[in-house]
């Protein structure tokens, strides 16, 4: 990351193709490209915790997921794909995908329909003999600019009970009725290709039944598989991102004079980096002993739920001190916090809204009590 990463943000900013490849072929040669999936699937991993503590490095930069090869939503789609997939389904895809060949896409969030509440699914993908013909419009497809394909949600059987309605099934970008309409612009910016978030139509998509991913009706359980881990990554990645503008914070604080002293000896500017490293602390410990249970086979839905409101929160008041400290500098391309303030904004709604995750932790405590019990902290 040091000798490699940060000396290259500015390039990596401006999609040097040149720059990614050979960035791209140091990982390889270091063994550590792809580290989200194990060697059996094309990657380097070493289990969960292994990678999980790996992010916390990584997520230092917004760019070194894609010099690693472990991009969302690539990264995810890999994931299932091995999860789930057939052995024809990992030879066409998922290899070179892992190989960075291609990428992919995740499409299932729509625009007329919450996205906090996936049971309200429109996109349909109707049986007709030996295909699924799809149809619907969705938003927000992450990384469809110029990918090979992509994993639709779709209805596949309207009367199902909510969390068997749906399926998810590849969908090669070249298919006929495709059409990604637009990269949607995110707080003013549209991205390139890996980081762009597009709406998409599909009008009558065909696409062969053996393009499901698991059975039909599978496509809850399969979210929840990629989602659960996924946000123990994307916090693991958050806490680098809060340990780097922490380092910033206070390395500016003891260098930056104001009014005869220096920032580091204001007692506001004191109690921020008090408070900062405090709540860093304790979100690292709260997203440790999350992956610790996943890592034994434990759902952990509510320490999942809390880590995911909890360190969002913390994410932005880490970055958002450290721009004040930086005053109008913070606010420029000078250093990495302005691009992650706007990031760290978005983390407060992608893979379940804030408010979600709340009310999953006190129905879930709430419960515990209703049966006679109580809720331990263990």
Known sequence: MEEHVYPNERGLQADDLEL???????????GLWAPHVPPEAGGTGRGFLAYAFLNEEIGRSSYAQ????????????????????????KERWLAPLVAGEIRSFFSMTEPEVPGSDPTTL????????????????????????????????????????????????IVPADTPGVDVVRSIPVLGHAGRGWSTHCEVWYRGVRVPVENTLGSPGDGFRIAQKRLGPGRIHHVMRWLGQMQRAFELLCRYALEREAFGSRLADKQTVQNWIADSAAEIHACRLMTLDAAQKIDEGEEARVEVSVIKFYAARVL????????????????????PLAEMYANARAARIYDGPDEVHRMVVSRRILKEFERGGTWRFS
């Open 20 to 30: 990614i490849r050979s960035l791209q072929a140091k990982t390889k040669e270091e």
């Open 66 to 89: 894609l010099v690693f090869g472990c991009q969302a939503p690539d990264a995810g789609n890999a994931e299932i794909l091995h999860m789930f997939g057939t052995e024809e389904q």
């Open 122 to 169: 429109r996109t349909l993908a109707v049986r007709d003999g030996d295909d699924w013909v799809v149809d619907g419009h969705k938003w927000f497809s992450s990384g469809a600019d110029g990918a090979a394909f992509g994993i639709v949600m779709a209805v596949t059987d309207p009367d199902a009970e909510p969390h068997r309605r749906a399926s998810q099934i």
């Open 316 to 335: 932005h008041d880490v970055i958002d001190r450290a721009i004040q400290v930086h005053g109008a500098r913070g606010l420029t391309d000078e250093t």
